[in-house]
């Protein structure tokens, strides 16, 4: 997994993975394939869960001059 | 003998007089009635005292309008008097009007209300889905004001990981529009890294005329226009405003706005562990059906039953204890009879061959007396998780 993966890409690839258990019938190669893959991505979201710091930029104004 | 001088003279020093007053120092306050527009450039009324019997015709370009005047409404007024030479007629040169009083507010809202509507402003075809997960939120409220914590402690309270971009606005008083639309103007303006995902515009509850800014024709069409998706967020949950209606989406107050903004980590931690259990039991179901298809897929079947021991015995250990290696290590052993993991002695007879894997290697087991001495007992315990 890429360190540039958002959260949002690989919840929805976990989703995407998911799905594919329920419908596909494929074989075991690919399902085990799918399958670890489907676990990192968890593992991944997991972590980026863990992070709970917001980070706030104050906006340099171009329009007054106050402050 | 007494000068003589022509009419547009004296006319000029009657002006001269009126220039005198120190109009640019008081507000004329009175109520409108005549209100006219002619050639859709020139508005013509007259502003009329409530107690006295006076009254002040009051002539402006229609470019000085910014905020829909009628008849009957109670206005302040600010101009300078002359005489215009041509008719010969006192009038108020009018430099701004605007609307006073709850009750004059609440009609000059409903008829920009009235004119955004009609203009498809509040449709809610053209209402864009904000991202499920923004990364970047540009925050547009004032840093003194309430509705900031409370944005800023519901956003901690739910998701973390996020950079809130704000602009430090007024969001009440004269230099609330120019601020807001300068925000707006700013955050659009961005490149695609620097630029927000999602636009939240908010502010605490109060009266129309706190308002004013929320209710603003100019801003209401800068939310419209923008092309980050907007979140609305005034005051209480009663209060409107007209930005309320343009808004991508329409929060209830500061904190809802939030919530809208960002997910919730402890359901999303639950919607990730519910996904990895539906596909490591559809996974499961099906390796059940092909047993005999050897050793990786019963290495699978290793991952999940540490993945659900796991998960069961603590959240954070979860997936860090996936690999069966990291089993192996804590102690415990994969028994085999050939391909297959024994779970059940009573698949074992008498003198099988077993191999048992252990973190280190493996050995070569007999089984005696059709029982088996090493590890049964945590595959057994697993396989009862399911």
């Not at chain 2, 904000?130 to 004032?142: A, D, K, N, Y």
């Not at chain 2, 995902?197 to 800014?213: I, N």
């Not at chain 2, 996904?275 to 179901?285: D, N, V």
């Not at chain 2, 979860?318 to 391909?339: C, E, H, M, Q, T």
Request: a neutral charge; one cysteine or more; hydrophobic letters at 45%.
């Amino acid at each position: 997994m890429t360190k540039k993966q958002t959260f949002a890409e690989a919840f929805a690839e976990l989703e995407a993975i998911t799905t594919w258990f329920e419908q596909a019938d494929a074989d075991l190669d690919e399902g085990l394939k799918k399958f670890e893959r489907g676990l990192a991505l968890a593992t991944f979201c997991k972590d980026k869960l863990a992070e709970v710091e917001v980070k706030v930029d104050l906006l340099k104004k171009k329009f007054t001059e106050e402050e | 003998m007494q000068p003589v001088i022509s009419v547009a003279d004296y006319l000029e020093l009657v002006n001269a007089a009126l220039r005198t007053i120190p109009s640019e120092n008081v507000v004329i306050e009175g109520e409108v009635a005549g209100f006219k527009v002619s050639h859709d450039t020139w508005v013509t009324f007259d502003l009329k005292d409530e107690k006295a019997d006076a009254l002040l015709p009051c002539f402006l370009h229609v470019s000085k309008l910014t905020v829909p005047i009628e008849s009957g409404m109670r206005v302040h007024v600010a101009g300078y008097a002359r005489v215009k030479e041509q008719w010969g007629k006192f009038s108020l040169n009018v430099t701004s009007v605007v609307p006073t009083g709850e009750g004059a507010l609440a009609k000059a809202y409903q008829l920009v209300k009235v004119k955004l509507d009609a203009e498809g402003l509040f449709n809610v075809l053209r209402k864009r889905a904000i991202p499920r997960f923004p990364e970047r939120i540009g925050l547009i409220t004032s840093k003194e004001a309430a509705a900031y914590g409370d944005f800023m402690r519901i956003l901690q309270n739910r998701w973390g990981g996020v950079t809130v971009v704000h602009a430090s606005v007024h969001v009440q008083g004269q230099l609330a529009v120019p601020e807001i639309l300068a925000a707006f103007a700013q955050f659009n303006a961005m490149s695609a890294g620097e630029r927000p995902d999602v636009l939240v515009l908010t502010r605490g509850g109060g009266s129309l005329e706190d308002l004013h800014a929320f209710n603003d024709e100019q801003v209401a069409r800068a939310v419209f226009s923008s092309h980050i998706p907007v979140v609305v967020g005034v005051g209480h949950e009663r209060d409107e405003s007209l930005c309320d209606f343009v808004a991508d989406v329409r929060a209830s107050t500061p904190s809802n706005a939030a919530e809208r903004v960002v997910p919730d980590r402890g359901e999303m931690l639950r919607s990730i562990t519910f996904s990895a259990e539906r596909m490591a039991s559809t996974f499961m179901h099906r390796i059940d059906r092909h047993r005999d298809r050897g050793e990786r897929a019963m290495r699978a079947i290793d991952r999940f039953f540490s993945d659900i021991a796991a998960k069961l015995a603590s959240a954070e250990r979860f997936l860090a204890s996936v690999d069966p290696a990291n089993v192996l290590g804590r102690g415990y052993a994969i028994v085999r009879k050939g391909d297959v993991v024994v779970k059940d002695p009573a698949t074992l007879a008498h003198g099988d061959a077993l191999r048992v894997q252990l973190a280190r290697g493996t050995i070569d087991a007999d089984v005696r007396n059709g029982r088996v001495k090493s590890e049964k007992r945590k595959v057994e315990g697993q396989t009862s998780l399911l």
